[in-house]
């Protein structure tokens, strides 16, 4: 016994003459996930799980006020955390505790927990908050949009600042509970699925509530308030479609866009058989007040349309443009807005597609007659669709000349190892994220051919390509002279004009 004593006294003393290694302190997560273009966007630290955004408007002040309930993962060592945010902030609870909150730049909200929070631990953030969106600047502009009836919450690549607390970036997706009580008779439209119809909270005041069960980007979720002429319907794959139609429309406009988003289930179908099966859960569309938008958006489960979409009659092209982008920038999301030509891109090749499926102009004419459209010293192929810059993200050439880098891929690998590309894509990065690198990796092992050089010259050289004479184009008339216009380009271009000029 004796002995065994003597032994631990000495063990002891040669512990406590060794250092043992300091644990490293907890530290703030950045503000920004690291994008390229926007670093200040999103924020690092912690991965969202769920938003349940809880709110109260009034459309004849714009005033909101609401309670958002994050439940999310911290994935270091936090002491303190951002989120993006620019109404005016009452309380902030962490894991049920009081925590301060403080203002950094024109869009953080920095938290900080009464105690540190450790990689891994589960994370339930409670905000209450209030405001008047329109009157709320930050990226040098305002998102929100107020109407004469409501307000609209849609924008990219920024729109959740203005209506609920968010880490406000592609990469960090979550599923989302949203609920907002309104006056009686007017309308609330947002994601998803409806868990339960509008219901009365309290004298003239009733409540819609959304569900959105699949992940997504916070810059598409969104919100419709005002009055609105609702349809419902059921797709023939079985889902709920809703589509919604301003009460302010012109006749002439309400006409032509019902004539158009009314075929949302049939688009949807034709893609699917196409791109891969759809994705949500749900189906629909939502055509904006006049004045209010100039832009289409792509908001996941039921895009936003300006009326001015439809103010020549109807036009499918942008409809058809908005729902691929369920599978090209909602399902799989762009990991940084570098490789926004991955949405747009594709969204725009799809209306090539329907064109020729519609006996409106094949997609080998619709390349041809864009590509003869600009002439070499056009600015038009100064602009690098795989790396646009951020001033730039919405350029014309992502659109038009991503379109034209999907086609040059199609007859360089033929026409089922490109379908089967684009089927693998959706598929593989369903409900995640994709980048430029993994696109031509997977086009590559597809294939089985070295497409370095295509994308090199299509994507990142400026200056207008050499076409180059492939099999499938052999039989089209020759270039030089000059191609006839498609009958489906004028209603293209027409969306892609409003298109690219969010």
């Given amino acids: 016994m004796r002995r065994a004593l003597v032994a631990l006294i000495a063990t002891a003393a040669t512990l406590a003459g060794t250092a043992l290694p300091a644990l490293a302190a907890p530290a703030p997560g950045a503000a920004g996930l690291g994008d390229e273009y926007f670093p200040d966007y999103g924020n690092s630290g912690y991965d969202v799980s769920h938003y349940d955004i809880r709110l109260r408007y009034h459309p004849d002040t714009d005033t909101l006020t609401g309670t958002t309930t994050i439940l999310a993962t911290a994935t270091q060592d936090l002491s303190s955390f951002d989120l993006d945010f620019v109404l005016d902030v009452t309380s902030v609870r962490v894991n049920n505790r009081v925590a301060t909150a403080t203002r950094a730049g024109d869009h953080e909200l920095v938290v900080t927990p009464p105690r540190a929070l450790a990689a891994g631990?589960?994370?339930?953030?409670?905000?209450?908050?209030?405001?008047?969106?329109?009157?709320?600047?930050?990226?040098?502009?305002?998102?929100?949009?107020?109407?004469?009836?409501?307000?609209?919450?849609?924008?990219?690549?920024?729109?959740?600042?203005?209506?609920?607390p968010a880490n406000d970036h592609p990469a960090d997706k979550a599923t989302f509970d949203v609920s907002v009580a309104v006056p009686d008779g007017t309308e609330v439209i947002s994601n998803g699925v409806q868990p339960r119809p509008p219901s009365p909270e309290i004298t003239g005041w009733t409540r819609w509530n959304w569900r959105s069960v699949k992940p997504m980007a916070t810059y598409l979720a969104f919100l419709a308030i005002g009055q609105y002429d609702l349809r419902t319907d059921t797709a023939p794959n079985g889902q709920p479609v809703l589509t919604a139609y301003s009460q302010l429309l012109a006749p002439d406009y309400a006409d032509a866009a019902r004539a158009s988003v009314e075929r949302t289930a049939e688009v949807i179908d034709w893609e699917s058989g196409v791109f891969g099966p759809y994705p949500f859960e749900a189906q629909g569309g939502v055509v904006a007040p006049p004045g209010s938008i100039s832009f289409a958006l792509e908001n996941q489960t039921?895009?936003?349309?300006?009326?001015?979409?439809?103010?020549?009659?109807?036009?499918?092209?942008?409809?058809?443009?908005?729902?691929a982008h369920q599978w090209f920038g909602d399902s799989v999301s762009v990991a940084q807005w570098k490789h926004i030509w991955l949405n747009e891109g594709f969204a725009s090749y799809a209306e090539w597609l329907w064109s020729q499926a519609q006996g409106e102009g094949t997609a080998q004419e619709i390349?041809?007659?864009?590509?003869?459209?600009?002439?070499?010293?056009?600015?038009?192929?100064?602009?690098?669709?795989?790396?646009?810059?951020a001033a730039d993200v919405f350029d014309g050439a992502v659109y038009d000349r991503g379109a034209m880098t999907l086609h040059q891929l199609r007859l360089a690998v033929g026409d089922d190892a490109f379908f089967d590309i684009v089927r693998t894509w959706t598929t593989t990065h369903r409900y995640g994220n994709g980048t430029t690198d993994e696109f031509v990796a997977l086009a590559e092992r597809i294939s089985g051919k070295q497409l370095d050089a295509l994308f090199q010259t299509w994507l990142f050289t400026p200056g207008k390509p050499?076409?180059?004479?492939?099999?499938?184009?052999?039989?089209?008339?020759?270039?030089?002279?000059?191609?006839?216009?498609?009958?489906?380009?004028?209603?293209?271009?027409?969306?892609?004009?409003?298109?690219?000029?969010?």
Avoid: C
């Fill in 466 to 502: 050499d076409v180059a004479t492939a099999p499938a184009a052999a039989a089209a008339p020759a270039r030089a002279a000059a191609p006839h216009q498609p009958r489906s380009w004028a209603r293209i271009q027409q969306a892609h004009a409003l298109l690219a000029g969010h």
């Fill in 121 to 164: 631990q589960p994370m339930t953030v409670v905000v209450q908050y209030s405001g008047v969106p329109s009157s709320k600047r930050a990226a040098g502009f305002t998102a929100w949009t107020r109407t004469p009836d409501g307000g609209l919450a849609v924008g990219e690549p920024e729109m959740a600042w203005w209506w609920f």
């Fill in 302 to 323: 039921r895009p936003v349309y300006s009326s001015k979409f439809f103010r020549s009659g109807s036009n499918m092209y942008v409809v058809v443009h908005e729902l």
């Fill in 367 to 389: 390349f041809d007659y864009t590509y003869a459209q600009y002439p070499a010293d056009s600015p038009f192929w100064s602009v690098e669709p795989g790396d646009p810059g």
